[in-house]
T-cell receptor, first 114, second 114 residues
Framework: SAVISQKPSRDICQRGTSLTIQCQVDSQVTMMFWYRQQPGQSLTLIATANQGSEATYESGFVIDKFPISRPNLTFSTLTVSNMSPEDSSIYLC???????????FGSGTRLTVV | AQSVTQPDIHITVSEGASLELRCNYSYGATPYLFWYVQSPGQGLQLLLKYFSGDTLVQGIKGFEAEFKRSQSSFNLRKPSVHWSDAAEYFCAVGAADSWGKLQFGAGTQVVVTP
């Protein structure tokens, strides 16, 4: 399975600022996704990162708040913009090479907004 | 739309005893089914997956799961738990026609007592 490096692993940020999270994969993957896990909750899909085009966002998530880039098949970034304490969560990158593959998750970025 | 239900929020089991975690899904066609484990402060690790074929799936760490279409279930089992199995377990479902998106259950917290 793919090996994911997600950075930073954790951060404490001031409200109103932005944080960019990086997801680097050791091999080319077809699908890349970003999930959010709020404290004590399950995972919710934010968006699918599409290479060379705009990300596909799930209901309740918008590009202005969570801009995503995917310049190639091994790298993606998620930015959490204009942060508020409600954005305090774990953000996880997930990848899959293709149909029949399992979904591999990064170790996550634990974000605290103060 | 697909959905996943994990009826047990919390399970306590003695070390050496057997463990079964329940998962029920709702989906019109054959789903892709997954079990993940999340240890404290860690990302998600794939335990096993079901796409098609044999309905009894073997995974890592001695876990297995059985897909029962008639019951819309994908329960996870382990014959003898170890203290290191204490973690949060998530069942997830993906659709064959939009397999990139995973819907996660709420999770089951497993506590292992001596």
């Amino acid at each position: 399975s793919a090996v994911i490096s997600q950075k930073p692993s954790r951060d404490i940020c001031q409200r109103g600022t932005s944080l960019t999270i990086q997801c680097q994969v050791d091999s080319q993957v077809t699908m890349m996704f970003w999930y959010r896990q709020q404290p004590g909750q399950s995972l919710t899909l934010i968006a699918t990162a599409n290479q060379g085009s705009e990300a596909t966002y799930e209901s309740g998530f918008v590009i202005d708040k969570f801009p995503i880039s995917r310049p190639n098949l091994t790298f993606s970034t998620l930015t959490v913009s204009n942060m508020s304490p409600e954005d305090s969560s774990i953000y996880l990158c997930s990848v899959a090479r293709g149909a029949g593959d399992g979904y591999t998750f990064g170790s996550g970025t634990r974000l605290t907004v103060v | 739309a697909q959905s996943v239900t994990q009826p047990d929020i919390h399970i306590t089991v003695s070390e050496g005893a057997s463990l079964e975690l329940r998962c029920n899904y709702s989906y019109g066609a054959t789903p892709y089914l997954f079990w993940y484990v999340q240890s404290p402060g860690q990302g998600l690790q794939l335990l096993l997956k079901y796409f098609s074929g044999d309905t009894l799936v073997q995974g890592i760490k001695g876990f297995e799961a059985e897909f029962k279409r008639s019951q819309s279930s994908f329960n996870l089992r382990k014959p003898s738990v170890h203290w290191s199995d204490a973690a949060e377990y998530f069942c997830a479902v993906g659709a064959a026609d939009s397999w990139g998106k995973l819907q996660f259950g709420a999770g089951t917290q497993v506590v292992v007592t001596p």
